[in-house]
């Protein structure tokens, strides 16, 4: 598992303008280190993949939150800011991943948790600018009982769009306690120098 600076972290959210954001607080200040990697290339703080490096879902990992008892849950997921492009983000925020019920070890968290939806990679079209992916650790509330699927919303590609991340999030009383983040590009895109 790569370790991950946190203030470098938060330095690249801010960066990206992704701190402060609607789903991350100005006063976020991360208690877990969430790990991704596709195919054991660690997703770092920002870096750019391809479009099609990503078609599988990543092995998420996280580091055990200290102060919290074993019996706390988590839930995660991922969201693109960006969809359908950076400078005309109208599906934001589009709902890639969401897993739920997660036990408080760490370990991959699709196997230790309940899908709510199911993973779909990243798909920026090749003209589009990179988009910015948000992976979003939340620790549950003692009282939230079992989120189900219709809780989140229905799987389909054009339901996926248009979450509203912050008010789901708010609704169910979860508490952001890990971030990471990458940058997706079509497979097709050509980097201009002036875009990143």
């Not at 703080?45 to 391809?50: E, H, M």
């Not at 199911?118 to 989120?147: I, T, V």
């Not at 799987?155 to 997706?184: D, I, P, T």
Request: contains cysteine; charged residues 20%; glycine residues 8%.
């Amino acid at each position: 598992m790569a370790t991950i600076d946190h203030a470098a972290l938060l330095s690249s959210l801010s960066s990206a303008s992704l701190l402060p954001s609607p789903v991350i607080p100005s006063t976020f200040k991360p208690t877990v280190q969430l790990s991704v990697s596709f195919n054991e290339t660690p997703v770092a703080a920002g870096n750019l993949f391809r479009a099609s490096t990503c078609k599988v879902a990543p092995e998420v990992t996280f580091t055990p939150e200290s102060g919290v008892g074993s019996a706390t849950k988590y839930t995660f997921i991922l969201i693109d800011p960006d969809a359908p492009t950076p400078d005309d983000p109208k599906f934001a925020y589009w709902r890639h991943w969401v897993v739920s019920s997660i036990s408080g070890s760490g370990h991959d968290v699709a196997k230790n948790g309940q899908v709510l939806t199911e993973y779909l990679g990243p798909g920026p079209k090749d003209d589009s600018k990179p988009h910015r992916y948000l992976f979003l650790l939340y620790r549950e509330p003692e009282y939230l009982k079992g989120l189900t699927k219709e809780d989140v919303g229905g799987e389909e590609f054009v339901q996926r769009r248009s979450f509203g991340a912050k008010e789901w999030v708010e609704k169910h009383g979860l508490e952001l306690v890990g971030v990471n983040w990458m940058l997706v590009a079509g497979d097709g895109w050509k980097e201009a120098k002036d875009e990143l």
